[in-house]
C-alpha cells in the first residue's frame, strides 16, 4: 500500500490546497470520506479490478452514487484521477487529506501499544507530553499488546518509539548472535 500513498499523495496535496483556498476543508474532508467508503466496499473493489470495466465506467459510478453530494471540485479531481487511471488510490488520498487537515488544525493521531491498560494517570501524562512533543493536540489510540511483556511503543505519523521489553530482548538476541 505504500505505494498507493506515494501516487496519492500529490492528488491528496493539490486537494487539500484547493479547499483551504476555498474555505472548503470540512467539506471536501467528507465527501473523500465518503468516496473512500464506497471504493473500500467489497462489491465496489471487484467492480473496480475487474479487466473489463474502465476507469470511466468507475468515474460515472462514483458520481451517480455520491449524486449531489458531490462539489465541482471535487468530481475535477475524480476527473483527474480517471484520466490517469488513478481512482484506486481514492481511499488513500481522503487518508492523506485528512493527515494533512489534521496537521492544519494543529492535530495529530498518535497510537500507543501497551502490554498492558494504561491508567488514567499514565494516560494524562503521556498525552501531555505528546502534546508538547509535537505542539499540537494529540488524539492517542490505546491498544494492548501483552506480547510486548511491558512498556510501549509509540506511532505518530513517521515518528515511532519502541520501548518495549520484547523490543529489547530481541535486540539483545540479536547481538548475543553475532
Do not use: C, H
Not at 473523500?32 to 465496489?44: G, K, Q
Not at 509509540?154 to 535486540?171: E, H, P, R, T
Request: no cysteine; proline share 2%.
Amino acid at each position: 500500500m505504500a505505494e498507493l500513498i506515494t501516487i496519492a499523495r500529490p492528488y491528496a496535496e493539490a486537494a487539500f490546497e484547493v479547499a483551504k483556498e476555498e474555505g472548503k476543508l470540512v467539506e471536501w474532508s467528507e465527501q473523500l470520506a465518503n468516496l473512500s467508503a464506497i471504493v473500500s466496499d467489497e462489491t465496489m473493489t471487484a467492480y473496480m479490478v475487474n479487466p473489463s470495466v474502465t476507469s470511466e465506467d468507475v468515474l460515472k459510478l462514483l458520481v451517480d452514487v455520491m449524486d449531489s453530494n458531490l462539489n465541482s471540485e471535487v468530481k475535477n479531481l475524480l476527473n483527474v484521477m480517471a484520466e490517469n487511471k488513478r481512482l484506486d488510490a481514492l481511499s488513500e488520498v481522503a487518508e492523506v487529506f485528512e493527515e494533512l487537515k489534521a496537521t492544519e488544525d494543529k492535530r495529530v493521531r498518535a497510537t500507543v501499544i501497551s502490554a498492558r491498560k494504561a491508567t488514567v494517570e499514565q494516560k494524562k501524562k503521556l498525552s501531555a507530553a505528546l502534546n508538547a512533543k509535537f505542539d499540537a493536540e494529540v488524539e492517542i489510540t490505546y491498544e494492548e499488546d501483552p506480547s510486548l511483556i511491558s512498556g510501549i511503543k509509540i506511532k505518530v505519523g513517521d515518528w515511532a518509539i519502541d520501548g518495549s521489553a520484547l523490543s529489547q530482548l530481541n535486540k539483545l538476541g540479536a547481538a548475543i548472535a553475532q
